[in-house]
């Protein structure tokens, strides 16, 4: 899936986008998606300028959209049907390595419960086969129309 489908089922543009690929998607079980870290952007200006390390926060917001793309894609829904699914909480995450420019986060999310209105999520970020991120994470979904 490429970032123009992917604006099917996520609100988000840049700069806070954070998926650029979507490389394996088992609907109601897994989602593989790809995050290309570039030293153009934008939070490295202040995170840090001599020493730019991509912010943990991000990595979990990567995997929360991620989430999102595989909720949509599982009830066969797009942001067209007035829905959309928010972060409401994050369990036991843990940063296991820096992310710079020039990694490529591979992103990996699969259901751990769920239900009509919101689901539970392991979500697990790697650059090559080293574990940056993992943590469990807790999506909403809401009418928004």
Known sequence: MEVTEIHKYLPHRYP?????????FEADKRIVAIKNV?????MFAGHFPAN????????????????G???FKSRNRTLDDGYVYYLAGTDKTKFKRSVI???????????????????K?????????????????TCVEQKVS
């Open 16 to 24: 806070f986008l954070l998926v650029d690929r979507v490389i394996e």
């Open 38 to 42: 570039t030293a153009n952007e934008p």
């Open 52 to 67: 730019p390390i991509f912010p943990g926060l991000y990595i979990v917001e990567a995997l929360a959209q991620v989430s």
């Open 69 to 71: 793309i595989l909720a």
């Open 101 to 119: 420019p020039g990694d490529q986060l591979r992103l990996e999310v699969e259901i751990v419960r769920m239900r009509k209105h919101w689901m």
């Open 121 to 137: 999520v392991s979500g697990k970020a790697y650059v090559g086969d080293t574990l940056a991120c993992s943590t469990l994470l």
